[in-house]
């Protein structure tokens, strides 16, 4: 029976074969020679007892008992490296603490708070990475922008659902005033097309009917916090949960003419794997957020 369970090895160049279609394009991706390749798949092969690739003139395509492998194949390797980060963990630094961090979340909110928390627990190192960064090891916790629940993650509100229509006074004023929604139409509205917080959300929460009025034109920004500082250069108004905006509407720098806004579903979590025990600089963090979120400034 041991002899028809493939190595990982094999795995991996059956994954990178399917993938690319070639023994040369494979021996790239997976750090082997051709030869080696071809030879690793040839043992694979073997010990499944059938062919896994049909050979074309176009290159190699899966079987069928090919397709039946490469997808255990993934689920397989998946599992194993799940299992070497968590073994892996039992004796790493409990002072090391790996967080998924949004971008717009810690430029507006969580690094001009940081220095408390680095301040009080000098000895623990924080590395904050973000969702996009490829190959990093799994984080102990991550910050979140949606609705729960997530599978297999504890998750704690931190703030969002009150969103505000903002923009800055001056432009507010030259537009000719928003003194009731029907005004939006003679306005410019300035949206980040990956977040939720939009006009149609605006006018689901006002229950508004079909024939209000439209914004005038709307620009879309691919970075968050574009949308916050275009909202500021009076170039629009903007639909911000207020927590982002604090000092900003403090300031006068913008306004919430009206008190426009709604509540969101979709807000910003912190979020744990629910069957991990969590590490002494994880809970020392968690309590230190909890408390932040709580701090009137």
């Not at 008992?65 to 998946?78: C, F, M, S, T, W």
């Not at 904050?128 to 729960?148: H, K, N, W």
């Not at 949206?191 to 079909?210: I, K, V, Y």
Request: proline share 6%.
């Amino acid at each position: 029976m041991n002899s028809r369970i493939p190595s990982t090895a094999g795995l991996r160049v059956l994954i990178a074969l399917a993938e690319r279609g070639s023994t040369v394009a494979a021996a790239d991706a997976v750090n082997l020679s051709q030869s080696a390749v071809s030879k690793q798949l040839s043992k694979l092969e073997a010990s499944v007892g059938q062919r896994l690739f049909v050979r074309h003139t176009s290159g190699l395509q899966l079987s069928e008992a090919g397709q039946i492998y490469l997808e255990q194949a993934k689920i397989a390797l998946k599992a194993l490296e799940d299992a070497a980060l968590r073994v892996a963990r039992l004796s790493s630094d409990p002072d090391v603490l790996r967080l998924h961090l949004l971008p717009i979340l810690g430029d507006r909110w969580l690094l001009p708070r940081f220095a408390r928390f680095a301040e009080r627990y000098p000895s623990i190192d924080v590395q904050f990475t973000s969702f996009e960064t490829p190959g990093q090891a799994e984080p102990d916790a991550a910050f979140r922008y949606g609705a729960p629940p997530w599978r297999g993650q504890a998750a704690d509100y931190l703030f969002g659902a009150d969103v505000a229509l903002v923009g800055a006074p001056e432009y507010i004023s030259r537009v000719g005033g928003l003194e009731v929604l029907d005004d939006i139409g003679r306005f410019t509205l300035l949206e980040h097309p990956q977040t939720p917080n939009c006009w149609q959300n605006l006018r689901a929460a006002l229950a508004l009917s079909a024939e209000a009025p439209e914004p005038r034109h709307y620009v879309r920004f691919g970075f968050y916090t574009l949308v916050i500082r275009a909202a500021i250069a009076g170039q629009g108004l903007a639909l911000i949960p207020r927590e982002l905006i604090v000092r900003e509407l403090a300031s006068g720098d913008l306004i919430n003419p009206g008190g426009l806004g709604f509540e969101s579903p979709n807000c910003y979590w912190f979020t744990r794997p629910a069957d991990r025990t969590p590490r002494r600089a994880l809970n020392l963090f968690h309590d230190w957020l909890m408390e932040e979120i709580t701090r009137r400034e």
